[in-house]
C-alpha cells in the first residue's frame, strides 16, 4: 500500500471516532435526567447550564449531530471504498460496503449509544462543550433543513410547532410507576407521592366525610348530656345542629367545654354552650383540595361543613381529611388497631374481601393496590349501584371493572356490605 492510502485508512478511522462521537452525544444529551441537570446547574455547573440550554432546543440540537454524523459516515464509506477498490479492483466495492457496514454499526452506532445509555449524565457533561461548537458551526444548515421539514409537514396538514408534550405531573407519575415496579420505590412511597399529586385533581366532596357518618349534637338538648356527649366522643370538634341536622348552628371544641367546666367548678348547668361554640364554615363541595388546604392553614382551621349547589349540607372536610390523601389513614390513641379490618376490609382464604361499601374508593386503591375508576362513584356501595343500576338486594351479584360484586348487606336504601372477588382469583378458585 502507498502512504496515500495509508493515510486515508487513517482518516477512515479519525471518521468513525467522530461518529462514534456524534452518536454517543445525541443518546447521552437525549437521555440525560433533566432534574438531574437542573440540580447541578443549580449549584453552579457551567456544563450542566450547557446541556440545559442545548436541550431546551432539541431539533436544533440533533439536527446538528445528525448531519454531523451523516457527513462523516458518507465521507468515511467514500474513501474506503477509495481504498478497497485500489487494493482490490471492482471486488473493493463489495468489500467495502460489508466492512463499513459492520464497522459503523459496532463502532458507531451500537457501542457509543451503550456507552451513553450507561451513564448518559457524565456522558452529557463530557461532550457538551464540543457539541455545543457543533450546533453553533451547523446552526445555518440545521435552521435550512428545518425549515424544508416543517414546510413538508404542512403540506400533510401538521404543525411541528403544536407537537404535544407529556406534563410534568404525568412525567412524575410515570416514573414513581416505573420505579415501583423496579423495587427501587416502596409502595407507601409510591402512594405518598402519588397521593401529592392527586391534590390537584380532588375537590372537598371527594375526600369529605358524608352527612351520613357525622357525628354532630343536637344543641337544644340538656347541657349535662350533651357535655358528658362531648367528653365521651373521639373526636376533638363537634358540629351542633338546632332540632335539623342538617340545620348547623355551631361547632363545639371538645378544650373549650373543658375549659368552661372549669369555670363552672364542674357544674354543667352553669355551662352556656351557645357562647363556648363557634361560628360553622361553610364551604361549596365544588372548591378545590388544594384550595381548601391553602384556606385552612391561611384561617388557622381545621374543619369547614360542606354544602352542595342548593345550600343543602353535604358533609364536612378537615384538615386530617386531607393530609390522609398524602400520607394514609392517621391513628390516633383512641382509634382501634391499625389493621385492614379497622378500615372495613377482611382479607377471605379464597382471595376475596368482605368491604364496608361506604369505604372511599381512593382508600381502597391504595391499601390493596387496586385500579378501580371513582370518577362516577366515590364509594364501592356507589359502583355496585352504578353497575346494577338498581339499589340491589343481599344475594345480589354484579361484575364490572375486573371484580365480582356480592352484596351481602343493605342498610334501609343503603348498600353497606359487598363481598369482591377479583376476576383472576374467581377464576383460580
Given at each position: 500500500m502507498t502512504t496515500t492510502l495509508w493515510l486515508t485508512s487513517a482518516g477512515i478511522i479519525v471518521l468513525l471516532a467522530m461518529s462514534f462521537f456524534f452518536s454517543g452525544s445525541e443518546t447521552a444529551l437525549t437521555a440525560a435526567s433533566r432534574a438531574r441537570m437542573h440540580q447541578l446547574a443549580r449549584n453552579g455547573d457551567n456544563r450542566a447550564v450547557l446541556v440545559e440550554s442545548l436541550t431546551r432546543e432539541k431539533e436544533r440540537l440533533i439536527g446538528a449531530l445528525l448531519l454531523g454524523n451523516n457527513i462523516v459516515n458518507i465521507l468515511a464509506s467514500t474513501l474506503a471504498a477509495s481504498v478497497l477498490i485500489a487494493v482490490f479492483g471492482e471486488a473493493g466495492i463489495a468489500y467495502a460496503t460489508i466492512a463499513m457496514t459492520a464497522a459503523v454499526v459496532i463502532f458507531s452506532e451500537?457501542?457509543?449509544?451503550?456507552?451513553?445509555?450507561?451513564?448518559?449524565?457524565?456522558?452529557?457533561?463530557?461532550?457538551?462543550?464540543?457539541?455545543?461548537?457543533?450546533?453553533?458551526?451547523?446552526?445555518?444548515?440545521?435552521?435550512?433543513?428545518?425549515?424544508?421539514v416543517n414546510s413538508i409537514l404542512r403540506l400533510f396538514g401538521l404543525d411541528a410547532t403544536n407537537a404535544s408534550a407529556i406534563s410534568g405531573h404525568d412525567e412524575i407519575r410515570g416514573t414513581l410507576d416505573l420505579l415501583h415496579s423496579e423495587g427501587e420505590v416502596v409502595k407507601d412511597d409510591r402512594d405518598m407521592l402519588g397521593g401529592l399529586l392527586d391534590l390537584k385533581d380532588l375537590v372537598v366532596s371527594d375526600v369529605m366525610v358524608h352527612r351520613t357518618q357525622m357525628t354532630a349534637f343536637d344543641v337544644t338538648r340538656p347541657v349535662n348530656e350533651l357535655v358528658r356527649d362531648?367528653?365521651?366522643?373521639?373526636?376533638?370538634?363537634?358540629?351542633?345542629?338546632?332540632?335539623?341536622?342538617?340545620?348547623?348552628?355551631?361547632?363545639?371544641?371538645?378544650?373549650?367545654v373543658l375549659r368552661a367546666l372549669m369555670?363552672?367548678?364542674?357544674?354543667?348547668?352553669?355551662?352556656?354552650?351557645?357562647?363556648?361554640?363557634?361560628?360553622?364554615?361553610?364551604?361549596?363541595?365544588?372548591?378545590?383540595?388544594?384550595?381548601?388546604?391553602?384556606?385552612?392553614?391561611?384561617?388557622?382551621?381545621?374543619?369547614?361543613?360542606?354544602?352542595d349547589e342548593y345550600g343543602v349540607l353535604e358533609g364536612l372536610v378537615t384538615l386530617e381529611d386531607i393530609i390522609e390523601e398524602i400520607?394514609?389513614?392517621?391513628?390516633?390513641?383512641?382509634?382501634?388497631?391499625?389493621?385492614?379490618?379497622?378500615?372495613?376490609?377482611?382479607?377471605?382464604?379464597?382471595?376475596?374481601?368482605?368491604?364496608?361499601?361506604?369505604?372511599?374508593?381512593r382508600d381502597i386503591n391504595r391499601l390493596l393496590d387496586w385500579s378501580l375508576p371513582d370518577d362516577t362513584a366515590n364509594t364501592v356501595a356507589g359502583i355496585v349501584i352504578t353497575a346494577a343500576k338498581l339499589i340491589p338486594e343481599p344475594g345480589h351479584e354484579v361484575s364490572a371493572h375486573g371484580f365480582r360484586f356480592l352484596v351481602l348487606e343493605r342498610d334501609r336504601q343503603r348498600v353497606s356490605k359487598v363481598r369482591i372477588v377479583p376476576l383472576e382469583a374467581a377464576k383460580t378458585s
Open positions: 451500537v457501542l457509543p449509544k451503550t456507552l451513553a445509555l450507561m451513564r448518559p449524565d457524565s456522558f452529557a457533561l463530557a461532550v457538551v462543550p464540543v457539541v455545543r461548537v457543533v450546533v453553533v458551526f451547523f446552526a445555518p444548515v440545521t435552521l435550512a433543513v428545518q425549515a424544508v362531648v367528653l365521651d366522643c373521639a373526636y376533638t370538634r363537634m358540629p351542633l345542629y338546632e332540632n335539623e341536622s342538617d340545620n348547623i348552628v355551631g361547632v363545639l371544641h371538645a378544650k373549650d369555670d363552672a367548678n364542674g357544674d354543667t348547668s352553669q355551662v352556656d354552650v351557645r357562647k363556648i361554640m363557634t361560628k360553622p364554615w361553610f364551604i361549596p363541595q365544588s372548591t378545590p383540595v388544594q384550595v381548601q388546604l391553602s384556606a385552612f392553614l391561611k384561617r388557622h382551621a381545621h374543619m369547614a361543613l360542606v354544602l400520607v394514609g389513614d392517621i391513628s390516633d390513641e383512641h382509634d382501634e388497631p391499625d389493621d385492614e379490618a379497622v378500615f372495613g376490609i377482611h382479607k377471605n382464604g379464597d382471595g376475596s374481601y368482605d368491604i364496608d361499601a361506604s369505604i372511599a374508593i
